[in-house]
């Protein structure tokens, strides 16, 4: 909604009388802030007050500088190759730097700083200058940082110096450079100036956020990245963040907290303002601020609800920027754009990238994208060394800014030592559609020059820079081409990490999410030895659990925060459709392995058959281990507030342990039937398919496990090479079992469904299971579009019959 006409002339306008509709006038940035102080500040979105120059104040100063026409002719000199991108550049702002502002353009800006300092009580307050093209934060362009911004600049001469450099930046090479890839007319735009008070953010943090994942589109979610001192150097990408994550649509439920995903940057440095006069200087950060996480929950809570107030404002994803003022604590909104990347994609179609094969790992970082590149690396640490670059190599650097533009358009992949998933590098290399791993933090030295590597950015949040040129494939994919099913169809899920990029399948929920995957991939430690870390006997195991569990008063605080939100990542992206979680069913020798194992895990001659799923969880030398998954699963349910998770319990041998189970989760706070929680069990014993009724009446569902259940009928070590060949779930002795449990459960009144790997791997087996009726078939991911449409074939294309869709 636009502000109330004015006339053409007019100047410079406070942000209360400047809207949306105002972009020609004041440019995107501008008008965003206008808009968010007008219209959200009942939401609670505090914007620090300021104001802007309009198009036709930048309009007066190159008429009165008689710049136009030096103007066109040297835009023309560069279309016609006469000049380079350089050369240009340098003389058309010089034509603005040597210039001075008239009079009446003077009076205006000058006469709005003083009523700035009048609101704030303050003769001469130190403002944020920004510069808002008139062209820029669109939806269809993003234009990354193009112009400048000038931080801490006080007093009437500092201020006209930094508009007049502003004006300027409208002509940075790499802003003449977007607008012609874009098909911009240099002519055609104007650039706004956003005079804004200077949130002290270099006494606390500041960062950015936005309402999607940035990897993977997944839109309920609000990810915010947050490092100390003032913003520009997590946009910029010259350290790697914290990053937080919260479920945007539980965030209205009184009483819960869904933050999903915490984790703390290295932060190794801070821009802070200067001691004296204006300007701002970069400091290292104490070891504290190294370890302390920027934001405290109350703190991300509260952005995460003014990111979706902002959202649901436009009416689209956004990209926005926030400030923490270190003398009063407040926090600010300073920025809102729309978000121009995932909002390009389509909801149903998608690429599926493939490793198959391996190499050594170069480096590891954040996974920017889902696509894998290959190709000689070109190691150079600053743009003017651009000649060098080769085309189709893959960069490597420290990190990137704007300059870098036209390096990265060229690179098939990236890799940068610094920066989070909302730096520079990351916004760009997504918008270009390049994958890139970022904050590898030692990738430089790591990667030699002219080495072929191997991008990944397909394992999920982290990227692996791999040696040599790795052979790959490409899969695509289209959810809105997929037929509608009898059978429910979940997903088996894995790697909390991994979980957002599936959110387009249409699944009816997860099937299985194993837990022993998220305590080996996310904590790491063996839960006993965070209870008793005094039997931990490895000095080296000691000092890594150390600083896994640095910052954490109680270390087994450690284990429930990191278990409960890896278990809600889980949990999201099909929300409100069930997430069954399997309880841990590591075997000893599994258990051994993490950090301090050795310390409560006996050998035994064959795992597979010993210590391992129910008989763990009443055990004296696993109790206290339990409780602890018990504590994780309540705070994912009750605190974070996804109810839809179910527990299930692995390998229960007889009815007998079924109730030790149930009331040591009733000890710990997890009863079966109240607030809504379900319990299933793994039907992949023997006993469990002949006891089944017995063993109904204790659970509220079952989930055939095809592994284990072919191993022990067919008396097969899954395990072992020699008998792989006599391993199959499509032998009639286990085929029998399984009709013969989904018999017994539909009998007994209760659902089944199956969430081992027969499925994904064998269409007849899945035609087998549609046969006897099972009520869900859970799959892995990854074959979730070829399977699919066998088993509609086997329902004889049956549609709207009872049991539901395969969609939520």
Not at 605 to 618: D, I, K, T, V
Request: with cysteine; aromatic share 6%.
């Amino acid at each position: 909604m636009s502000a109330p006409a004015r006339p053409e002339t007019e100047l410079v306008l406070d942000f209360e009388d400047v809207g949306i509709g105002d972009v020609p006038r004041v440019g995107g940035k501008n008008a965003s802030l206008g808009e968010l102080t007008r219209h959200l500040l009942a939401a609670g979105v505090a914007v620090p007050e300021g104001f802007a120059t309009t198009s036709p104040a930048y309009r007066l100063y190159v008429e009165a500088n008689g710049i136009g026409g030096s103007l066109s002719t040297l835009l023309a000199a560069f279309r016609a190759g006469q000049a380079s991108l350089s050369q240009t550049g340098s003389a058309v702002r010089e034509l603005f730097l040597s210039g001075s502002f008239p009079e009446r353009l003077t009076t205006a800006i000058t006469s709005s700083y003083r009523r700035l300092a009048e609101r704030l009580g303050q003769d001469a307050p130190a403002v944020a200058v920004r510069s808002s093209a008139t062209a820029e934060d669109l939806p269809e362009a993003s234009f990354a940082g193009q112009q400048e911004t000038f931080l801490n600049v006080t007093g009437e001469r500092a201020l006209l110096d930094a508009c007049r450099r502003c004006f300027a930046s409208l002509f940075t090479d790499r802003a003449i450079s977007y607008r012609e890839l874009r098909g911009i007319d240099h002519l055609d735009v104007a650039l706004s100036i956003g005079v804004q008070r200077m949130v002290r953010s270099d006494l606390a943090g500041s960062g950015v956020m936005f309402t999607l994942d940035t990897e993977s589109g997944f839109p309920r979610v609000v990810e915010i990245s947050a490092a100390w001192g003032l913003g520009e150097t997590v946009v910029q990408g010259s350290v790697n963040p914290d990053a937080y994550e919260v479920f945007s649509p539980l965030l209205a439920e009184p009483g819960l907290r869904p933050i999903i995903g915490k984790a703390a940057g290295a932060k190794e440095r801070k821009l802070v303002f200067a001691r004296s006069g204006s300007g701002t200087r970069l400091l290292q950060t104490s070891r504290r601020e190294r370890e302390s996480f920027v934001l405290d929950d109350d703190e991300i809570l509260t952005l995460a609800r003014w990111a979706v107030a902002v959202q649901e404002h436009y009416g689209r994803p956004m990209d926005m920027e926030w400030a923490k003022d270190g003398l009063t604590g407040e926090l600010f909104m300073v920025q809102a754009r729309p978000e121009t990347v995932q909002a390009r994609r389509s909801a149903s179609a998608f690429q599926i990238h493939h490793l198959t094969g391996m190499g050594p790992v170069l480096a590891r970082g954040a996974a920017i994208g889902d696509a894998i590149a290959s190709g000689e690396a070109c190691v150079i640490s600053d743009p003017s060394e651009i000649g060098s670059f080769r085309d189709g190599a893959v960069l490597v650097t420290t990190m990137t800014d704007p300059d870098w533009v036209p390096i990265m358009k060229r690179a098939s992949g990236i890799v940068t030592d610094h920066g989070g998933p909302t730096s520079h590098a990351a916004i760009v290399s997504r918008e270009l559609g390049v994958p890139a791993v970022v904050g590898t933090v030692h990738g430089t030295a790591a990667i030699t020059d002219g080495e072929p590597v191997t991008v990944s950015c397909a394992q999920g949040a982290e990227g692996l820079v791999l040696g040599g040129l790795i052979p790959f494939t490409v899969e695509e994919a289209d959810t809105g081409a997929l037929p509608e099913t009898r059978t429910r169809i979940m997903v088996n899920l894995a790697d909390p990490s991994a979980a957002f990029r599936w959110w387009r399948l249409p699944a009816a929920g997860v099937g299985l999410a194993r837990m022993e995957f998220i305590i080996s991939n996310l904590i790491r430690v063996h839960p006993m030895a965070l209870v008793h870390p005094e039997r931990v006997a490895d000095p080296a195991d000691r000092e890594a659990i150390a600083e896994l569990t640095r910052g954490y008063a109680d270390p087994t605080e450690y284990f429930v925060d990191r278990l409960a939100t890896g278990i809600a990542k889980i949990a999201a992206p099909f929300h409100p459709g069930p997430a069954i979680v399997r309880l841990s069913d590591f075997k000893t020798n599994e258990y051994a392995n993490l950090l301090g194992g050795a310390a409560f895990e006996e050998a035994e001659e064959n795992p597979m058959l010993g210590f391992r799923g129910a008989s763990r969880y009443h055990d004296d030398r696993y109790r206290e281990g339990f409780a602890l998954e018990c504590r994780a699963l309540k705070k994912a349910r009750e605190e974070l507030g996804f109810a839809n998770v179910v527990v299930m319990v692995p390998f229960c041998r007889t009815p007998a342990e079924a109730d030790a189970v149930l009331a040591a989760m009733a000890e710990h706070g997890l009863a079966r039937g109240e607030k809504g929680l379900k319990v299933y069990m793994m039907c992949e014993i023997p006993s469990n398919v002949v006891l089944a009724e017995q063993f109904a009446e204790r659970f509220d569902g079952f989930s055939i496990g095809s592994n284990d259940l072919t191993q022990l009928v067919l008396g097969v070590d899954r395990d072992s090479e020699r008998l792989a060949a006599l391993f199959d779930e499509r032998e009639e002795a286990v085929t029998v079992m399984i009709a013969e449990a989904i018999r017994k459960a539909h009998a007994s009144g209760i659902p089944i469904g199956i969430c081992g790997q027969g499925p994904s791997n064998h269409p007849d087996f899945a035609e087998f299971l549609v046969g006897e009726r099972i009520d869900s078939i859970s799959l892995n991911p990854d074959s979730f579009l070829r399977t699919v449409p066998i088993i509609a074939a086997a329902e004889g294309g049956a549609e709207g019959d009872e049991g539901g869709a395969h969609h939520p």
